[in-house]
C-alpha cells in the first residue's frame, strides 16, 4: 500500500534531503509542463502549499509556504528517461534580499535539492531518502562522489553526469525514494 504523507510531512523531510553541490539538469535535459504550473496543496485548506510560476528560459520559480514562512527557489523540470524530476536551487534574489553580512553571506554554498515528481491529475513527489542512500554509499562509497559535512550530514559532490547517470539508473528503486506525497491543484 501506498503511503501518503501530509505536506508538513514533505516539509519535514525536505529539510533532511540530501543537497547536491551540482545540479541535476543540463541544457538537453530541461523540459517545460505548463501542467506544473499552479498552486498544489496537500488538502485545499492546507495553511502549507507549493506555488510554481513561470520563470525564464523553461524554467519555474516556486514559493514554498509553510505555516510561519515562505521560501523561494529556482525550478527546473528534468526529464532523464521516461521519468521527471525538479531540481530545486535557493532564489539568488531572496539571498541577496536578506539582511545578511558578507562574510556570513561568503560561507553559504549554493546547493540544489532533487525531488521525483510524476505529473497528472494530482501531483506525486518523491524525495531520497537519506538514510538508504547513505546505506548505498557506506556499501559502495565510488557509486557516486559524496562528502559528509559535520560530521554526519550528507552532501552529494557528484558531477552532473554521475548524478544522472545515478538516478536514471534507481528511479524505481522503492529503498531509494521515499513514499509519494500527492497534492492536489487548486482551481481558481
Known sequence: ?????????????????????????????IVFREELIGIWKE???????????????????????????????????????????????????ALEAAKLGDFYRAALVPGHLIIKVKLGAKLEMQILQPENLDKMLKADPKILAHTYVESDRLVLTATTADLQRLL?????????????????????
Request: hydrophobic share 40%; charged share 25%; aromatic share 8%.
Open 1 to 29: 500500500d501506498t503511503v501518503l504523507l501530509p505536506i508538513f510531512a514533505l516539509a519535514v523531510f525536505l529539510t533532511a534531503c540530501v543537497p547536491s553541490l551540482h545540479p541535476l539538469y543540463t541544457p538537453d535535459t
Open 43 to 93: 488538502k485545499p485548506d492546507d495553511e502549507d502549499s507549493w506555488t510554481f510560476s513561470k520563470g525564464e528560459n523553461n524554467t519555474y520559480n516556486l514559493t514554498l509556504r509553510e505555516k510561519d514562512a515562505s521560501s523561494l527557489f529556482d525550478v527546473r523540470l528534468v526529464k532523464l528517461g521516461e521519468h521527471h524530476f525538479v531540481d530545486l536551487s535557493p532564489k539568488g534574489d
Open 168 to 188: 536514471k539508473k534507481h528511479a524505481e528503486s522503492k529503498e531509494l525514494w521515499g513514499d509519494p506525497a500527492l497534492m492536489q491543484k487548486l482551481l481558481l
